[in-house]
Nanobody
Framework: QVQLVESGGGLVQAGGSLRLSCVASRNILSSDYMGWYRQAPGKQRDMVAHIINDGSTTYADSVKGRFTISRDNVKNTVYLQMNSLKPEDTAVYYC???????????WGKGTLVTVSS
């Protein structure tokens, strides 16, 4: 079992920045995938950014150039730096990790980001 705990959400004005953190209970080097997803009210949960074990990153088109995913292997933490925030970025942000030979997916409980106009 793996626990993922997100933090760093909050209320910010449009154009502002936030940094989200996701702390994993298991060494993130043993995962092959760590990602951030978000879900706005009434909408499906969508991938925002992910990083795989070779360090390669992928971003949703809507956040390219504004968001950056990174990881600290010593702290077992994955970050999402969010700049130039827009009201449409408002959502609950979830951390996802994939571990093990059976590629088990684990989710955190989410952190709310609200961007005011």
């Amino acid at each position: 079992q793996v626990q993922l705990v997100e933090s760093g959400g909050g209320l910010v004005q449009a154009g502002g920045s936030l940094r989200l953190s996701c702390v994993a209970s298991r060494n993130i080097l043993s995962s092959d995938y760590m990602g951030w997803y978000r879900q706005a009210p009434g909408k499906q949960r969508d991938m925002v950014a992910h990083i795989i074990n070779d360090g390669s990153t992928t971003y949703a088109d809507s956040v390219k150039g504004r968001f950056t995913i990174s990881r600290d292997n010593v702290k077992n933490t994955v970050y999402l730096q969010m700049n130039s925030l827009k009201p449409e970025d408002t959502a609950v942000y979830y951390c996802k990790g994939r571990y093990g030979s059976y590629a088990m997916n684990y989710w955190g409980k989410g952190t709310l980001v609200t961007v005011s106009s």
